[in-house]
């Protein structure tokens, strides 16, 4: 992976990674809400005909822990299998992206994960958003302000994203 005189390309502006994003993250929202609904209507259904739906107040009923899980497991799968399948998802891909692993490759799948995790921040309830959203800003932040476009999500995992 190194370029000229050993040095390794810098990463991908935030603007253009940021848009890669948004563009995932819509079409994550269209396939999370036709799986997820069907589910989470039936878990109501479900928990109203049991007399469940009063046992579980403040956000912790069977349908609101099955959505979340549900919608953390499209969002990792996707990234992960995308990422350690291709090197880009399809926003990255469209705004001429590519991850690059540790080794110059293909992340590896714990590199994915490591560099995704923060999205298993939006289960914990309560707060998981506000979490997520936290960590989504420090992620932004440490692009931002790094000489080479290099988060804390992608040091942590050992890997880069770059211009293909």
């Known amino acids: 992976m190194p370029g000229a005189a ?11 990674r940021f ?10 929202f269209v396939v999370q809400a036709v799986i997820i609904v069907p589910i989470v209507v039936g ?8 007399g469940a739906t009063s046992a579980f107040s403040m956000g912790f009923s ?3 822990i099955l959505a979340s899980l549900v919608g953390l497991a499209i969002t990792l799968g996707y990234y992960v299998f995308m ?3 291709r090197g880009w998802t399809l926003g990255k891909k ?6 690059k692993g540790a080794g110059g490759g293909l992340p590896t799948v714990e590199e994915s994960l490591r560099r995704n995790g923060f999205y298993a921040l939006a289960i914990v309830p309560f707060l998981g958003g506000l979490l997520q ?3 989504v800003i ?5 692009i931002q302000t790094s000489n080479d476009n290099i988060g804390v999500h992608d040091t942590f995992a050992g890997t880069v994203v770059r211009k293909a």
């Open 6 to 16: 050993g040095i390794a390309p810098a990463g991908a502006d935030l603007g253009v």
């Open 19 to 28: 848009g890669a994003r948004v563009i995932d993250q819509v079409l994550l």
């Open 43 to 50: 878990a109501l259904v479900a928990d109203s005909a049991v």
């Open 62 to 64: 069977f349908a609101s």
């Open 83 to 85: 990422e350690t399948t």
């Open 94 to 99: 469209l705004l001429n992206l590519e991850v």
């Open 133 to 135: 959203l936290a960590a």
């Open 138 to 142: 420090w992620i932004a932040v440490t």
